[in-house]
C-alpha cells in the first residue's frame, strides 16, 4: 500500500523518505554544497523486505534530532517501538520536508574558541602608504567546512585598536577607523553580521557574502573611511576587512578549506592643512605625510555548531592561522 493515511510502509516508501530528491539523506548525511550535516546515512531496504520497528524508530528519531536543532523542538511525531506496527504518520513526510528546507536554520550553537590575536603595526614615516595583513581559518576538508556552516558554525573576525607608538594625529586616526570597522561578526554559510563597530563614513557593508559565496579572489564585506569632517588632515585614510578561499576542494560542491581574511590600511595623500578654518574662511587642500606608527590586533573566533540535539562532532576542528 501507498504511504498515506492507513497504509503500512513499504520499503519503497521508507527509501523515498531516505533517498528521493532532497529527502532525508540529503539533510542528515553528506548531501551537497549547503545540503548535509555528515552524520550516518540511513541504510535504505531492499525491495520486498520489511520495516522493522526499530528501523521506522530510528528515523523518526533522527528526523527529531534535525528539527530540534533547527527549531528547538521535534516534529511531534514519536518514535514506535517493537511490536508496534509500522505505519503511516502525517508528521515524518512532512518533517523530513521541513528540514531539508531549512537545512541552514539552527536554534542554538555550540562553544566558541577565542583567537589569542595577532597583533599588526603600521609604521610609516611619510604616512602614504597601504598595508595588508592576512589571517586564516583552515578546516581539515571540504566536507568539514559544509558540514561546520551548514550545522550552523560561524567564524567572527575581530579588530581592536593597540597603542598610539609615536602620539601624531595621524596614528590616532588610524586607531579610530579601526575601533570604527570593528571587524565583521557573524560569517555564516549565505551571510554575515557586517562590521561591529560604528562611526567615520561606511562606504561598503555587505551582508550577503557568507561561506557559499567565496571565491579564490577577495571580497570587500566591509570597509570605513576617515569620515571627512572639515578641516580633518587625513580624509583619504580608510580600512577594508575582505575574505577569499582556496577554491573547491572536494566532490561534494564545497567552497574551500581555506578562508582567508585581508584587513587593507589605506594612508591617503590628501586633507586639509588646518585644524580649525582660518579666519577668513579659507582654506588649502594639501597632501599631508604625518607620520603614523600604532598597532591593532586581530582575532579569528569560532563558534561551532551545537551538538547537545543529538548531532554528531562531523566538522573536527578549525585552525586559526
Avoid at 610609516?124 to 595588508?132: E, K
Avoid at 567546512?145 to 567572527?156: D, H, K, P, S, T
Avoid at 557568507?210 to 566591509?222: E, K, P
Wanted: with cysteine; net charge negative.
Amino acid at each position: 500500500m501507498a504511504y498515506e493515511s492507513g497504509g503500512i510502509i513499504s520499503a519503497t516508501d521508507y527509501n523515498n523518505l531516505l533517498n528521493d530528491t532532497n529527502k532525508f539523506n540529503t539533510t542528515w548525511s553528506t548531501g551537497s554544497g549547503d545540503a548535509g550535516y555528515g552524520q550516518t546515512a540511513i541504510t535504505t531496504k531492499s525491495a520486498g523486505d520489511v520495516v522493522t520497528a526499530t528501523e521506522w524508530a530510528s528515523l523518526i528519531n533522527k528526523l527529531n534530532i534535525v528539527r530540534t536543532h533547527q527549531t528547538g523542538a521535534g516534529t511531534g511525531v514519536s518514535a514506535v517501538v517493537s511490536g508496534d506496527l509500522v505505519e503511516y504518520q502525517s508528521g515524518v513526510s512532512g518533517g523530513v520536508d521541513l528540514a531539508y528546507t531549512n537545512r541552514t536554520a539552527f536554534s542554538a550553537q555550540g562553544s566558541t574558541t577565542t583567537d589569542a590575536g595577532t597583533t599588526h603595526t603600521i609604521n610609516d614615516a611619510d604616512g602614504l602608504g597601504s598595508y595588508s595583513f592576512t589571517r586564516t581559518a583552515t578546516f581539515s576538508s571540504g566536507d568539514a567546512a559544509r558540514y561546520f556552516f551548514n550545522a550552523g558554525g560561524e567564524l567572527n573576525f575581530v579588530l581592536t585598536a593597540g597603542s598610539n607608538t609615536n602620539g601624531t594625529g595621524r596614528t590616532a586616526q588610524m586607531l579610530a577607523i579601526v575601533t570604527a570597522c570593528g571587524g565583521v561578526q557573524d560569517f555564516r554559510a549565505s551571510t554575515n553580521g557586517g562590521r561591529t563597530g560604528t562611526g567615520e563614513t561606511e562606504t561598503t557593508n555587505d551582508l550577503t557574502i557568507g561561506y557559499y559565496d567565496l571565491t579564490t579572489s577577495n571580497q570587500t564585506i566591509s570597509r570605513v573611511d576617515e569620515s571627512g569632517a572639515a578641516y580633518t588632515p587625513y580624509t583619504g585614510d580608510w580600512i577594508s576587512v575582505a575574505v577569499k578561499s582556496n577554491g573547491v576542494q572536494g566532490s561534494n560542491a564545497d567552497k574551500g578549506t581555506i578562508i582567508t581574511w585581508t584587513i587593507t590600511y589605506n594612508l591617503g595623500t590628501t586633507g586639509t592643512n588646518a585644524s580649525t578654518p582660518p579666519a577668513d574662511g579659507g582654506y588649502t587642500v594639501s597632501a599631508y605625510n604625518d607620520a603614523c606608527n600604532g598597532n591593532f590586533t586581530s582575532k579569528v573566533n569560532v563558534t561551532y555548531p551545537e551538538t547537545a540535539s543529538g548531532l554528531s562532532n562531523t566538522w573536527g576542528s578549525v585552525t586559526i592561522g
